[in-house]
């Protein structure tokens, strides 16, 4: 991932763009005041203070002050008319309107809406016209706020307040450079002066609403949401005025599903975000291992070069921006989080100076650290103030009863599968392929399956595994109909043989699915075919089902748009773990009573179901079974 102190100078940078665009800037001048320059540009004092609040203090020296568009091009003295009474007038021969107008020195209009039946009917001769008499009365157009204050409620978000104002989402930005990523309530931000029954209304119950991106027309949002822009714009009637703009929000019907609503960015399974009863402010305190020590600020490659090679420093960037933006998806359901983050430098003694110097009975959940050692001390260290730590990247050295195991266990992966499989129908045939060092696993599935024909590596002339079969050796091995094989090793070579081997085996009558208890790296390097195992339909038990990069998931867009890349599956585990340790937090008293094991919740890659093991803590017992189609990942229904 991008080192973070690049992202967030490319992120200073659109916002310098932005505010080019939509404001002036103004440079100060000796003996210039607050109050001269705003009727310089035609302003209040209060415009020009909310977007520079250190000029509150005073101006310095060549002060370059961000002014905004005002609303009014000249708000000079103005001659207005006054009715004060009426002449009488009988029409002459010859007289027309515009010659009686000139007489009298007033407009044909004001004399037709005194004379309203001349709207009807032709002037003639006879005519008896009321004549207005207005005296000149000087008036001063007084200059309103172009800008006010607003404070953050619950379960705003950016994309809620830019709605509310009419304005788009990196407007919005623009106006609050220093606005927070994740809105807290009570945090002032600066909007839009605009009349009351001009703020919109957030109607998610009846509608959903959509972010328009980059360069998207209105027939690119007829492909993807079905509908016409003459739709659109009486939904949203300024769209008319303003026409479509990056960053602005629509409103649409309540069953457009590639919408700016929650549970299409954000849940599958929305059971936890329709049980929230317990809205107070959460704790959460989160140890990853940044070693922000070792990093020279001062030097931006060495930065870079840091990044490039320290996955440790990657991995919690990475998944700590995953789990700010389930802060900010948890802000949208009501859920604010008071957040605290702790670099443990990945070392023992660290760990334990964070322990001394902190109070961390006032935490709701303590997500981390990575490293097994790390974790072990802290909730060792917790577990007698029953403090809830969660483990979001290993497996616990000791499951604690404060700990909450957030990988399935091994045992629990191979037991799914094989379940999966004894499901199966219709099977002609079932084959086991393992190494001598997987042999014992080879014996476990016979015990599960009678019936399967068991084959092993070849040796070579040292008698040891030559990791290799012959076609010879599957000789009246599969029958006609669906085969399953389960190939248990971890040699990169072994892998690369026997799918080579079952590609050419498998014919339109002959079918066969291959499958393992245990999907080492064996069958992730380079020498595993994907469109081998596409075309053998691998099936495997996982922990998660990848995200698919190309979707319109919402997750994804929003991710893309706010760091440039796309989430590899740390930044998409730290806002799994995060969002479902929030909404299980918000649903009951504290995070054990909202851990048993009926409640079942499934997120962008992973699910959580967490069983207490007698004497300990909680396991996630929720398994995928996932299987390679069409050279993708997907879940196995």
């Not at 415009?47 to 708000?75: C, H, Q, Y």
């Not at 106006?175 to 957030?202: F, H, R, S, W, Y």
């Not at 060092?437 to 595994?465: H, M, V």
Request: glycine share 4%; hydrophobic share 35%.
């Amino acid at each position: 991932m991008k080192n973070f102190l690049i992202i967030l100078s490319f992120a200073l940078a659109f916002c310098n763009m932005a505010l080019a665009q939509e404001f002036k800037t103004h440079k100060v001048q000796k003996g210039e005041t607050v109050e001269s320059i705003a009727k310089q540009y035609f302003v209040t004092p209060f415009d020009v203070l909310a977007l520079n609040p250190d000029a509150k203090s005073g101006f310095t020296n060549d002060m370059v002050l961000i002014i905004p568009n005002s609303k009014v091009k000249n708000p000079s003295d103005l001659n207005d008319k006054q009715l004060i009474g009426f002449d009488s007038h009988k029409v002459k021969r010859k007289e027309t309107l515009y010659s009686i107008s000139k007489k009298y020195a007033i407009s044909i209009d004001d004399i037709k809406k005194q004379n309203t039946f001349l709207y009807s009917q032709n002037l003639k001769r006879g005519d008896n016209l009321k004549i207005p008499k207005f005296k000149t009365v000087k008036t001063h157009e007084t200059l309103k706020n172009s800008l006010q204050k607003y404070v953050v409620q619950p379960k705003d978000g950016k994309w809620g307040i830019a709605y509310k104002y009419g304005i788009t989402i990196p407007d919005l930005e623009s106006l609050n450079p220093n606005m927070n990523e994740v809105l807290q309530p009570g945090e002032e931000l600066i909007v839009p002066n605009i009349a009351d029954n001009e703020v919109k209304v957030i109607e998610d119950e009846q509608y959903n609403y959509y972010e328009v991106l980059p360069a998207e027309g209105f027939y690119r949002l007829e492909k993807k949401l079905g509908l016409k822009q003459t739709e659109l714009e009486v939904l949203n009637p300024n769209l008319k005025e303003l026409g479509l703009q990056p960053g602005m929000i629509l409103k649409v019907p309540n069953n457009i599903e590639n919408s700016f609503d929650l549970g299409e960015m954000v849940i599958k399974t929305t059971n936890l975000s329709k049980k929230i009863n317990n809205l107070s402010k959460k704790s959460i305190a989160v140890m990853l291992p940044f070693r922000l020590h070792r990093v020279d600020l001062d030097s931006v490659a060495e930065a870079k070069d840091l990044m490039r090679n320290d996955k440790l420093l990657s991995m919690s960037l990475d998944f700590h921006s995953g789990l700010l933006m389930a802060l900010d998806s948890a802000k949208q359901l009501g859920i604010s989080t008071h957040l605290k983050v702790f670099d443990t430098r990945s070392q023992i003694s660290e760990v334990t100076k964070i322990l001394q110097e902190n109070d961390f009975s006032v935490y709701d959940a303590i997500i981390g650290p990575i490293t097994p050692s790390n974790f072990e001390r802290v909730a060792n260290t917790l577990r007698s103030q029953k403090v809830p730590v969660v483990a979001p990247l290993t497996q616990p050295t000791k499951l604690y009863d404060n700990v909450f195991q957030t990988l399935p266990d091994k045992d629990r992966m191979k037991q799914s599968l094989i379940n999966y499989m004894k499901e199966e129908e219709n099977v002609e045939r079932i084959v086991i392929i393992s190494d001598s060092k997987n042999r014992a696993l080879s014996d476990e599935l016979k015990s599960n399956f009678p019936t399967a024909r068991q084959l092993y590596s070849r040796k070579n002339k040292d008698g040891k595994d030559g990791n290799y079969l012959h076609l010879a050796d599957f000789n009246d091995i599969f029958k006609p109909g669906k085969n399953i094989v389960f190939l248990e090793t971890d040699s990169d070579a072994f892998v690369a043989n026997i799918l080579s081997l079952l590609n050419g085996l498998q014919t339109e009558g002959t079918q066969i699915k291959l499958a393992t208890t245990n999907v080492t790296k064996a069958f992730e390097g380079e020498s595993a075919s994907s469109l081998h195992l596409s075309n053998l339909n691998f099936h495997y038990a996982s922990f998660n089902v990848p995200i698919n990069e190309a979707s319109s998931n919402g997750f994804v867009k929003k991710y893309k748009e706010t760091y440039g890349v796309v989430p590899n599956k740390y930044a998409v585990r730290g806002f799994d773990i995060t969002l479902d340790v929030l909404l299980r937090l918000a649903s009951s008293d504290n995070l054990y009573e909202a851990s048993n094991e009926v409640i079942e919740t499934a997120y962008l890659e992973n699910k959580f179901k967490y069983n207490k093991k007698l004497f300990g803590g909680y396991y996630n017992d929720a398994v995928y079974i996932v299987k390679y189609d069409n050279l993708n990942i997907v879940e196995a229904k």
